[in-house]
């Protein structure tokens, strides 16, 4: 599980296909831009996440 | 020399500047240890808490040639300079599991450097000197287009001069940063990064807020910069199918070179405590963020109308029409404080390599503590002066290319060592094959007929030479394991890399 929460947002990122429009817009940042700038903090509370559940040697 | 100075700029650069130099020196006494020790000058002696661990770095991987060279290839040809947006947030989930495990295994048998790891785990000095060549090789050019991040700014604030005078201010910056390195070790750059992430953070913030607003925001920006790539091939919001394969790979290969780099492990190891570090994975992506929201200056820069023959010129000009002019100083001196950082924790990651991989074991095994401790500040001088050199005789191109082939290598010992924090099933005669083999294709691929390419093409899709070096070399390791069996005793047992105490 902890491993799976930690690849989560690393197949995201590399999935171009998912994000490779300029719709939808958000406040007139193409889809590319913002999809890949949320996915930063997205990706640091999955690795809180993993660190919850993995203990110490996590 | 100085008749097109901007005075105003310039004293804000000049006053920070001297601030980070007296911290420079003053942080000798800072977390005071014996600074004839390798761990202490050149780890801080692994006391650093998750707070200094978190600026150091942040200060140390977001470098100022990287704030300069992201936007400048966003400017260029647009979303495919976000590659590094991926490219940081692959490398953190990384970071969460392996490195605590390196930092447990280096405080249980005293490992300074990743090379002395690769000999605790398969007993092999070729291995050794292949991972620590590799290291110093891909260090120096990285130390020398810190520089040319400072270079650009200075010239920015309207500093001109003929032949050997332009380099002048560049110069006395870095005799500074070496004698202050030379006396401080670790604790210098540690110190200084609190000053320059403090001003990189209050320069992005104010620039992703007052920029756009001044150019009728966000959409607005948008808008022009996409009729600025309208019509040309490989350019524009979105990638081209030819460039998702390379947009891909450049993005894994950059996260699997990056903590193979010597300064980055320098970071990692200076660390209290395998706790520091997971926190610190869970916290350094705020920089990553930073980073993506100044990709975001070079799109601004064609809705400012900002026209420069060199890209990487766009943003200081950008900064320059924007804002105040003491704003646009204080802005420059966050770039190149931010060169600083890194480039002084580079310097001591490459000697701290040197002194441990390379002279004790083929030169003197003798070698005492105290003499460790001098060749290392010794060798953070020589670094410093090579990577000064490369700046001043050679083409800045060299060092951009050199630069890129230093990826490609710094991959070539992520088998070797990542591999090694969970197995002791490959042989160390079976890796240091693969490297041989992943660091010449690597190269090879990387020689263009008139420039080295970063990318090939394999299979009709585009791919990142250091990929698809490293696939080879990890073929040949493996298949090499089966043949090379030589079952190697090593002191290190699995409970050395699991969580156990912390030195904080």
């Known amino acids: ?58 | 020399m100085i008749d097109h100075l901007n005075w105003t700029a310039t004293v804000v650069f000049v006053f920070f500047f001297a601030i980070v130099t007296v911290i420079g020196f003053v942080a000798a006494r800072w977390k005071s240890g014996n600074l004839d020790e390798l761990h202490e000058w050149g780890l801080g002696g692994r006391r650093f808490g998750a707070w200094i661990t978190w600026f150091l770095l942040g200060g140390d991987l977001y470098t100022a040639y990287t704030v300069i060279a992201v936007p400048a290839v966003v400017y260029a040809i647009g979303s495919y300079g976000f590659f590094a947006v991926p490219y940081t947030i692959l490398i953190y989930p990384f970071v969460f599991l392996t490195m605590p495990r390196l930092w447990n295994v280096a405080r249980e048998k005293g490992y300074i450097t990743g090379a002395d790891f690769i000999f605790g785990r398969y007993r092999n000095k070729g291995l050794e000197l292949a991972v620590a060549f590799t290291g110093i090789l891909a260090t120096m050019p990285y130390i020398a287009l810190q520089l040319v991040g400072m270079e650009k700014v200075i010239q920015a604030l309207g500093f001109q001069g003929q032949g050997m005078m332009s380099h002048l201010p560049l110069t006395i910056a870095f005799v500074i940063l070496a004698l202050y390195t030379y006396r401080s070790g670790l604790r210098a750059p540690a110190m200084i990064a609190f000053v320059k992430d403090i001003m990189i953070y209050i320069f992005v913030i104010a620039a992703v807020v007052i920029i756009p607003a001044k150019l009728g925001g966000y959409g607005a920006v948008f808008d022009v910069a996409a009729k600025a790539y309208a019509g040309k091939a490989n350019q524009g919001l979105t990638l081209s199918p030819a460039q998702i394969g390379p947009f891909i790979t450049l993005a894994i290969g950059s996260a699997m070179a990056l903590f193979m780099y010597p300064h980055s492990l320098t970071g990692v190891l200076s660390a209290s405590g395998p706790k520091a570090i997971r926190r610190n994975a869970m916290t350094l992506p705020a920089y990553s963020l930073l980073l993506g929201l100044i990709a975001l200056m070079g799109l601004m820069a064609h809705a400012a109308g900002i026209e420069v023959a060199n890209p990487q010129d766009a943003i200081p000009q950008l900064l320059l029409k924007m804002f105040p002019d003491w704003f646009a100083g204080f802005c420059f001196a966050a770039i190149a404080i931010g060169a600083l950082v890194p480039a002084a924790v580079m310097s001591i990651g490459a000697a701290n390599t040197f002194t441990r991989n390379v002279w004790r074991p083929f030169v003197n095994p003798a070698i005492s503590p105290l003499q460790e401790s001098q060749l290392a500040k010794l060798m953070s001088l020589i670094v410093k002066v090579g990577a000064l050199a490369v700046i001043i005789l050679m083409p800045t191109k060299f060092a951009l290319d050199l630069q890129l082939l230093g990826g490609v290598w710094m991959i070539q010992i992520f088998p070797a060592v990542i591999f090694g924090l969970y197995t002791r099933w490959y042989s160390g005669e079976a890796l240091l094959a693969g490297w041989v083999v992943g660091f010449g294709l690597g190269s090879y691929l990387a020689w263009g007929a008139t420039a080295w390419v970063p990318t090939s093409t394999i299979l009709g899709y585009g791919a990142y030479n250091g990929v698809i070096a490293v696939i080879a070399n990890i073929v040949v390791a493996t298949a090499l394991s089966f043949v090379f069996r030589t079952k190697v005793e090593g002191d290190i047992a699995n409970a050395d890399f699991l969580d156990a105490r912390s030195t904080a």
């Open chain 1, 1 to 58: 599980m902890k491993y799976v929460l930690l690849i989560i947002p690393c197949v995201l990122s590399v999935w171009v296909p998912l994000y490779n429009s300029i719709e939808p817009t958000l406040a007139g940042i193409p889809f590319f831009f913002w999809f890949l700038l949320v996915l930063i903090p997205v990706s640091s509370i999955f690795m809180w996440a993993a660190s919850r559940i993995g203990g110490d040697d996590a």
